[in-house]
């Protein structure tokens, strides 16, 4: 039995169904007692980023052959329990960089030219016509230069962009220049975060990496929230040492309303930058097709963590 508990959907799960059953509950993630029991005889588990798949969790389910992650980000998956258990875990890694890529280049035009601004004052009667910045020619730094962040990289090349990288992991990545955290900071117009949640990164983006960084300068983040100190960051924007923001992700999802709402040099979306039409059926795609393999007692294309080699 695969169980899917949150909202994982898509064609290539009703092909799926055909040859195995499917218990579908959008809302499981949010109750761990019941997420336990509805485990018991779940042979694969279908998440998103807000199923917390821990060791406890992983123990209750004694048949489980297989996690599937539908997205990129990893730190919702204890994966050294899931190892321990001789459990596969699989995700569509890579498959969303696109959308990602696309919609950190729309934000930072969105910045850039003010557009959430000039809508809201030109509907409400409003004719502004205040000026924004080109992004040609500008300077855009990358912190991560994964998939996410080489995609990015990829579609402002059109911008004729000066484009820097900061990645303790990257090496040689064509049109990136690699330097230090701190020096993108100082160096780029653009800043956009594309790193994990890691004791590493964590709050790394904060008041006094903040204050490296141009008064002119705006900062996308669509990694992961924890990476910036959200009340230094307001302060920062408040205070106009910073341009202006757009966070797709933040340290708690959802977010509680608060001040973050009320400031205008600041865009909020609610983690879509990887939800496309075309990326979901990416993923979908190879989720199904790995859980397949896997149940049949095949290798894994897509697996992660230590059991990766052993399934390729």
């Given at each position: 039995?695969?169980?899917?508990?949150?909202?994982?959907w898509?064609?290539?799960?009703?092909?799926?169904?055909?040859?195995?059953?499917?218990?579908?509950?959008?809302?499981?993630?949010?109750?761990?007692?019941?997420?336990?029991?509805?485990?018991?005889d779940?042979?694969?588990?279908?998440?998103?980023?807000?199923?917390?798949?821990?060791?406890?969790?992983?123990?209750?389910?004694p048949?489980?052959?297989?996690?599937?992650?539908?997205?990129?980000?990893?730190?919702?998956?204890?994966?050294?329990?899931?190892?321990?258990?001789?459990?596969?875990?699989?995700?569509g890694?890579?498959?969303?960089?696109?959308?990602?890529?696309?919609?950190?280049?729309?934000?930072?035009?969105?910045l850039?030219?003010?557009?959430?601004?000039?809508?809201?004052?030109?509907?409400?009667?409003?004719?502004?016509?205040?000026?924004?910045?080109?992004?040609?020619?500008?300077?855009?730094?990358l912190?991560?230069?994964?998939?996410?962040g080489?995609?990015?990289?990829?579609?402002?090349?059109?911008?004729?962009?000066?484009?820097?990288g900061?990645?303790?992991?990257?090496?040689?990545?064509?049109?990136?220049?690699?330097?230090?955290?701190?020096?993108?900071?100082?160096?780029?117009?653009?800043?956009?975060?594309?790193?994990?949640?890691?004791?590493?990164?964590?709050?790394?983006?904060?008041?006094?990496?903040?204050?490296?960084?141009?008064?002119?300068?705006i900062?996308?983040?669509?990694?992961?929230?924890?990476?910036?100190?959200?009340?230094?960051?307001?302060?920062?924007?408040?205070?106009?040492?910073?341009?202006?923001?757009?966070?797709?992700?933040?340290?708690?999802?959802?977010?509680?309303?608060?001040?973050?709402?009320?400031?205008?040099?600041?865009?909020?979306?609610?983690?879509?930058?990887?939800?496309?039409?075309?990326?979901?059926l990416?993923?979908?795609?190879?989720?199904?097709?790995?859980?397949?393999?896997?149940?049949?007692?095949?290798?894994?294309?897509?697996?992660?963590?230590?059991?990766?080699?052993?399934?390729?």
């Amino acid at each position: 039995m695969i169980l899917i508990s949150e909202d994982v959907w898509g064609t290539p799960f009703q092909k799926l169904e055909g040859s195995f059953p499917i218990i579908r509950n959008d809302d499981l993630w949010n109750d761990p007692e019941k997420l336990k029991a509805s485990l018991k005889d779940a042979t694969a588990l279908v998440v998103r980023n807000r199923t917390k798949v821990t060791a406890e969790i992983i123990a209750a389910a004694p048949k489980l052959k297989v996690i599937a992650r539908a997205g990129v980000g990893l730190d919702n998956i204890d994966i050294k329990a899931a190892d321990a258990a001789g459990v596969v875990v699989v995700a569509g890694l890579g498959a969303n960089a696109v959308s990602v890529g696309e919609l950190t280049l729309g934000l930072a035009l969105a910045l850039l030219r003010n557009i959430p601004g000039h809508d809201v004052a030109t509907r409400d009667g409003g004719w502004v016509r205040t000026p924004g910045r080109e992004l040609t020619g500008l300077t855009w730094g990358l912190l991560g230069c994964g998939a996410t962040g080489v995609a990015t990289a990829k579609l402002i090349q059109g911008f004729n962009c000066n484009v820097l990288g900061y990645d303790p992991y990257a090496k040689n990545l064509a049109g990136i220049e690699l330097t230090t955290f701190e020096d993108v900071l100082k160096r780029s117009d653009v800043v956009s975060i594309h790193m994990p949640s890691t004791p590493e990164t964590n709050g790394t983006i904060n008041a006094t990496t903040l204050a490296l960084m141009k008064s002119d300068a705006i900062i996308v983040n669509v990694g992961r929230g924890e990476v910036i100190n959200e009340a230094d960051l307001i302060a920062a924007l408040k205070a106009k040492t910073i341009a202006g923001a757009a966070l797709d992700v933040r340290a708690q999802e959802p977010p509680s309303k608060g001040e973050m709402e009320a400031i205008d040099n600041l865009i909020l979306t609610p983690h879509v930058a990887g939800i496309t039409k075309e990326s979901q059926l990416r993923i979908n795609q190879i989720l199904t097709s790995n859980i397949e393999l896997v149940l049949n007692s095949k290798p894994a294309t897509h697996a992660v963590g230590a059991l990766k080699e052993s399934s390729n």
